[in-house]
């Protein structure tokens, strides 16, 4: 659907087939599965990314035929900074980390040559 300024509609097809450039994805390691058993990578991004953001994204880039995308989001920690030597100084500090978003995507089985690690 297009409205009457030419501008598309929020909620079609057209809007989430949009790709956006300035999309960060980390990848964090698995810890004690791998790649080859699971078919699973893991990546850190902006809480505002959407999983059709993170499909997308991965298609336009890498290439890549995604088959699921599952979100978690995680809030930051509460960390403090103790300046001196005294623990009730007024120089003590706390702080929050920021919050983000732990994407774990399943890929194809048939893709596990291409994006395995090549041990030399």
């Known amino acids: 659907m297009i409205n009457p300024l030419n501008k598309?509609?929020?909620g079609t097809r057209l809007m989430n087939s949009v790709f956006f450039p300035n999309i960060k994805l980390q990848v964090i390691r698995n810890s004690g599965k791998t790649f080859e058993n699971t078919n699973k990578i893991m990546?850190?991004?902006?809480?505002?990314?959407g999983k059709t953001d993170i499909k997308t994204y991965m298609k336009a880039l890498y290439d890549v035929?995604?088959?699921k995308v599952n979100t978690i989001n995680v809030q930051g920690r509460i960390k403090s900074k103790t300046?001196?030597?005294?623990?009730r100084s007024k120089l003590n500090s706390?702080?929050?980390?920021?919050?983000y978003k732990k994407a774990i995507i399943t890929v194809d089985?048939?893709?596990r040559a291409q994006l395995s690690r090549g041990k030399n």
């Open 8 to 10: 598309p509609v929020l």
């Open 43 to 49: 990546f850190k991004t902006d809480c505002s990314v």
């Open 65 to 67: 035929n995604v088959d």
């Open 83 to 87: 300046k001196g030597l005294q623990k």
């Open 94 to 99: 706390k702080y929050k980390t920021p919050d």
């Open 109 to 111: 089985p048939s893709l």
